[in-house]
């Protein structure tokens, strides 16, 4: 498991549709990745070592998910390796490629840098 500390979205708070539309614009999914309480957005890296996904995951601060109406605060980014069936593991002996982690710390400023304007 790559967990991206301090990487400035930590603690960071926004509104769930606003958020949404962040996070697909940058294609990050959401999809079925929620509860009433946490939300889990995913972007798929395919490359020749393997599939892997960065994960931001976050918690409702207010509201609830359900209802479309909630306030949703951000948690470290981890990157983790998929293994069919079994699904992504974020074991601490994963090696991650290059290319992989370079695109998502850009792509994990890129929307730190965002949510900067609309943070609650």
Known sequence: MLKFTESGLEGVKAELSWLDDLMESKGLI???????ERVTYD????TIE????????GIAAEGDVGSGRAVIQLMSPLLGK??????VEYGETEEFPVQ???KSKALIQDIANMLKTVQM
């Not at 959401?30 to 009433?36: L, M």
């Not at 998929?82 to 699904?87: A, E, S």
């Open 30 to 36: 959401r999809a079925g990745q929620w509860d009433y």
């Open 50 to 57: 393997g599939t892997f996904y960065l994960r931001i995951q």
């Open 43 to 46: 972007k798929k890296f395919s």
């Open 100 to 102: 992989v982690v370079t």
């Open 82 to 87: 998929h293994y069919y069936p079994h699904g």
